[in-house]
């Protein structure tokens, strides 16, 4: 049974441009999260989801940032227009209902 | 104010050793869960131990107890015969109840050292 996957693991983008995080969760889990973790800092909630859905969004950025789930294919993450402070690791977190959340192995952003 | 406090930034413990990481929680919610997280400099987050604000018994996982005083919101991490292989970031977080959504909430961390 696989784990969480995250691609791509280190994502460098320039200013400006846009990043795409993906998020395929463990098998038979609906439920989706998606986290920012700053250098030297915790995790921070962003959004949760669930299919087609977003349950919970109040740790998004209100510009720039959005987050999928769709029926079919992975969770989505996008970064718009990104800025050196976007720089970050971003874990994806899955779990069957609302209980324990596994984690991804974290996609690592640059912004040049 | 803060929901996740872990005081301890860094701590060192001998191989072998027993070594409790502290963690305090706030929150006026009746149900709720607390979870420990391991972060090895590889930078993966690997589950560790889950405690339920009604479990009466203190959770384990082989070498990993949670010390759990509810009336003290306190979570304690605290593992057992410490090997090399211990050595990373442990963070506690916790998840209240469903009107605030199923989000976890983490302390800032404390880094981990086994000495040989």
């Known amino acids: 049974n696989a784990g969480v996957m995250q691609n791509p693991r280190h994502l460098v983008r320039r200013r400006g441009q846009e990043a795409r995080l993906r998020c395929s969760p463990m098998?038979?889990?609906?439920?989706v999260y998606w986290y920012r973790q700053l250098p030297e800092e915790g995790l921070k909630f962003m959004v949760y989801?669930?299919?087609?859905?977003?349950?919970?969004e109040s740790g998004m950025p209100k510009e720039r940032f959005s987050a999928e789930f769709p029926k079919e294919g992975p969770s989505i993450l996008r970064i718009q227009q990104v800025v050196r402070g976007d720089s970050a690791a971003y874990f994806c977190a899955s779990s069957p209902r609302s209980d324990t959340q596994y984690f991804g192995p974290g996609t690592r952003l640059t912004v040049l | 104010a803060q929901k996740i406090t872990q005081t301890q930034p860094g701590m060192f413990v001998q191989e072998k050793e027993a070594v409790t990481l502290d963690c305090t929680y706030d929150?006026?919610?009746?149900?709720?869960?607390l979870f420990w997280y391991k972060q090895p400099s590889s930078g993966e987050m690997i589950f560790l131990i889950y405690q339920g604000s009604y479990d009466e018994q203190n959770a384990t996982e082989g070498r990993y107890s949670l010390n759990f005083q509810k009336a003290r919101k306190s979570a304690n991490l605290v593992i057992s015969a410490s090997q090399l292989g211990d050595s990373a970031m442990y963070f506690c977080a916790m998840r209240e109840g469903p009107e605030y959504g199923n989000k976890l909430v983490f302390g800032a961390g404390t880094i981990l050292r086994v000495k040989s």
């Open positions: 989801l669930q299919k087609e859905n977003i349950i919970d």
């Open positions: 098998k038979g889990h609906s439920h």
């Open positions: 929150t006026s919610d009746q149900s709720y869960g």
